[in-house]
C-alpha cells in the first residue's frame, strides 16, 4: 500500500526533504514543498544566493507552489535515470508539476552564466501556482536592486546579475504578473490548464534584460538534459541487483563533479549540522583529496572512465602548483586559501549555529590521503588508464616526503580538533600507499626506490600490528594511545592490509559489532567517548554503515550483510539521496548529500553482488 503523501506546514523542510539538481559547475537543492533554498553562484563554493536552507528569513529562496494558501499534497521523483526533479501538487481543485533542471555545462571552461530552468506544468484539472522570488546575495549580505520589466525580473547586486526569464507564449503578457512586494521581494502567479505548460528561467550573468522564452524552448533544453543524462548512465557496466540505487549514487557523484577541472567536492552544502543545535557544522562544497579519490574509483568500477581522467589531471596540477606535499583539500578550481569564517548573520538550519564557511581543517596534516591517491591511481591503472612519465615522477617525489614523515602524529580522517595523534587509519593507508607504488613498479617496470618502498611497507605493517592492535580489546583501536574503536578501520580488508577472515580480524569486526552498531547504523567511534575535541555528539556515520556492509561480505557473513545493506537503503530520502549522518530518530543530519556516503553504497552493492554470485571479492 502507497504511503500517504505528507502535508507541508514546516517552513523549514528536513534535510531529507530534498532533490539535487545541477550543471556540473554548481548544484541547487530544491525542497518538496517547491523551494530552491540552497544555490551558490557561479560555482559549488561561491557565496551564496538561495540559502534560506540555513536561515529561512535571511537566505533567500526561490519558492512554487499552489496558490492561495490552499491545501495540497506534494511527491518528488527524478525523471529516470536523469538529474530532472519533478515536484508534484495534488490540490481539490488539479494536479501540477515542476520540472527542475539544470542545462548540463558541458563546455569544459569554467562561466559565470548558469541556468535554472522551472518548468510548470498542470496536468490535471487547473492550478494557480504562486511564484515567491527572493535572492539574497553574498550569503545575506550584499543588497541588491530589484527591476520588473514585461518578460521578467532583474536582481542587480553589482558585481553579481540574477535574471529571472518569463517563459510564456509572445500574447500571453497578461498571464502572468510579476510585482515587488518590498526587499527586493518579487511575487508573482499564473493559472494553468490540463496540458499547458508554461514556467521561469532563472539565470545568471546573463547580459541585456530579461527575454521571453517560449515553452517549446523549454521542451528543447528538457530532451537535450534528457539526453545528456541518458547518454552518460549508458556507460555504466553495472547490471546487479541494485541497479536503481547505484545508478542513481553515480549520477549524484557526477552532480557533484566540477568538469573545468574534475575535482569532485565533498557536498555541495555548508554548515549542515551532524547534531541540531550543536557545534558541529562544517563547510564540505570543496575538494578532498580523499573523498574525490573514493568517489573516482567508485565510479571507475561502474565503467565511467572520464571521470577517472579528470581528476588525475586534477592531482597533478595540485602538485605542479605547489609542489611539496599535498593539501587535504582545495577549491574546485585548485587554489588552497579556505579561511575559516562564520556567518554571524545567520542562525543555522534549525537553530544550529555556528554556520561555518571556509574550512580550517585545510592545514590539517593527514597521512591517509597519500594512500586513497595511490590507490585511485592503481585501480585506474588497472582499468588501463595508464600514467605517464610525468605522472610517474611526482608519485616519487610524494612518496619519498612520505617516506620520511610517515611515522608522526596527525590529525587523521575525521578531522580532529583535539590534536594529533598516531591514528591506525593513518598508518594503515600509508601502508596503502607504498603497496600500491611497489605494484605499480613491478608490475609496469616503472623506475623508482622499490627495494625502499616495501622496506617502508613493510615497517609500517610491523608498528600497526605492534602498536594499532590492542591485545585487551582484541581489536585494531582508532590510535595508539588509547582502547577507543573506530570504523574508519572497516576498510582494512577492503585494501588487502589484513586477510577478511583473518581471526584478529574478525574479533576487530566482532567488537565493532558490538560497540558501534546500532540496528545496524555505524558509528564513527563510540558516541560518548568524545575523542575529537568538540562539544556534542552525533549519529551514525552512513560511509561507516556501507563500509560494515563491504567488511561482512568480505569475511564471508553474507546474510548479516545484505541484511544491513538493505536496512540502509531503507534509510535513503524519497529520491535515493544520503546525508552524512543519521540519528536515533532515523533523521539525515549532517551536509547533503554526501559523497562519502554515496561512493561507499557503491562498493558495498558492488562486493555484496559478487560475493552472493559466488565470484572473487576483489
Known sequence: MAATPPVFVDPSPAIADHGLIGDLQTAALVATDGTIDWLCLPRFDSPSVFAALLDTQRGGHCRIRPAGGQPYRSTQMYFPDTAILITRFMTASGTGEIVDFMPPITDPAPTDRHRVVRQLRCVRGRMTFELDLIPRFDYGRRPHATHVLTDGAVFDAGTEVLTVHAVREPDEARLARLEVVGGGHVRGTITLEAGQTRGVVLESGAPGPPRLIRPAEVEDLFRETVAFWHGWLAGSTYRGR????????????????????????????????????????????????????????????????????????????????????????????????????????????????????????????????YGEMLDSIYQADRAGLRIGHQGWQEIVELLEWLSVNWDQPEEGIWETRGGRADFSYGRLMSWVAFDRAVRLATERSLPGPVAHWRQTRDAIHAQLWERGWHSGRQAFVQHYDTDVLDSSLLRMAQVGFVAPRDPNWLTTLDAIGAELVTDSLVYRYHPHASPDGLAGAEGTFSLCTFNYVNALARAGRLEQARLVFEKMLTYANHVGLYAEEIDVTGQQLGNFPQAFTHLSLIDAALVLDAAMDGAPVG
Do not use: C
Request: proline fraction near 5%.
Open 242 to 369: 541494485w541497479r536503481e540505487m547505484v545508478h542513481r549514487s553515480a549520477i549524484t557523484l557526477k552532480l557533484m563533479t566540477y568538469a573545468p577541472t574534475g575535482g569532485i567536492v565533498a557536498a555541495p552544502t555548508a554548515g549542515l549540522p551532524e547534531q541540531l543545535g550543536g557545534e558541529r557544522n562544517w563547510d564540505y562544497r570543496y575538494t578532498w583529496i580523499r573523498d574525490a579519490s573514493f568517489s573516482v574509483s567508485a565510479l571507475l568500477s561502474l565503467g565511467f572512465r572520464d571521470e577517472a581522467t579528470a581528476f588525475a589531471g586534477w592531482l597533478r596540477e595540485r602538485y605542479r602548483a605547489h609542489g611539496g606535499p599535498l593539501k587535504i583539500m582545495y577549491r574546485v578550481d585548485g587554489s588552497w586559501d579556505l579561511p575559516e569564517d562564520v556567518l554571524e548573520n545567520f542562525a543555522g538550519y534549525r537553530d544550529s549555529s555556528p554556520v561555518r564557511i571556509g574550512n580550517d581543517a585545510s592545514g590539517q596534516l593527514q597521512l591517509d590521503i
